[in-house]
């Protein structure tokens, strides 16, 4: 098994750009989580998915969207970039039952 | 209060020493309990899970107290392979599910040196 995958790796976007960081797991976990963080700061929940169709807003979800279409994938989209969505995004999943959460490799993002 | 709250260091010690972490959690409900590790700019990985009877898996060995509510891990003999951030991780099960919401700390950064 792959795990968590995401891409692209490392983004640098202008102020107002778009862009869609995509996650893909293949363990067939049914949730799916984004988080951000930010240098030296914790984790912040940005959206989170219980299964193909379902989503909801995490702790900071204001400028970004997400969809989940398949069980497989759970992109994150940035409408208009800001500076303040510099960060490190992690893609995040786990089964159905128990609690362990499995990283993908993050995606660093620059907004200048 | 915070819902997961760690020291966040750094802890600075010389290499061999034993080195302590304390986390606290304030939801009674939190049923499951995980210390993950997180190197300089990459993705956090399980280290542990914590379980009532306490843990060891070689050199690390964590507690949990549910009466005060709080949660350790004792490293030993630490190695320059050691630095890292340490994160306390709160999974707290929600009413009538079978999942529940992790609830992640902060983070204890340790700094082994020479």
């Known amino acids: 098994n792959a795990g968590v995958t995401q891409t692209p790796k490392f983004r640098i976007l202008k102020i107002g750009q778009s862009m869609t960081l995509q996650c893909a797991q293949d363990?067939?976990?049914?949730?799916m989580y984004w988080y951000r963080q930010d240098p030296g700061m914790g984790l912040k929940l940005i959206y989170y998915?219980?299964?193909?169709?379902?989503?909801d807003k995490g702790e900071v979800p204001n400028g970004y969207n997400v969809s989940r279409s398949t069980t497989e994938d759970f992109p994150l989209r940035l409408e208009l970039a800001a500076p303040s969505q510099t960060s490190v995004y992690f893609c995040?999943?786990?089964?159905?039952?128990?609690?362990?959460?499995?990283f993908g490799p993050g995606t660093r993002l620059t907004v200048t | 209060r915070k819902e997961v709250e760690q020291d966040p260091g750094p802890f600075n010690v010389p290499e061999g020493a034993t080195v302590a972490f304390n986390c606290t959690y304030s939801?009674?409900?939190?049923?499951?309990f995980f210390w993950y590790r997180q190197d300089c700019r990459k993705e956090p990985k399980l280290l542990m899970s914590?379980?009532?009877s306490g843990n060891e898996d070689g050199r690390f060995t964590a507690q949990l107290n549910r009466a005060s509510q709080y949660i350790s891990l004792l490293i030993r003999d630490s190695k320059l392979s050691d630095s890292a951030t340490y994160l306390c991780?709160?999974?707290?099960?929600?009413?009538?599910?079978?999942?529940?919401?992790?609830?992640f700390g902060k983070g204890t950064k340790l700094s082994v040196k020479p």
């Open positions: 363990m067939n976990h049914n949730y």
């Open positions: 995040a999943s786990r089964p159905q039952t128990g609690a362990l959460i499995y």
């Open positions: 939801n009674s409900a939190s049923q499951s």
């Open positions: 991780v709160v999974n707290i099960l929600l009413y009538g599910g079978s999942q529940g919401n992790l609830i």
């Open positions: 914590v379980y009532s």
């Open positions: 998915s219980v299964g193909a169709g379902i989503t």
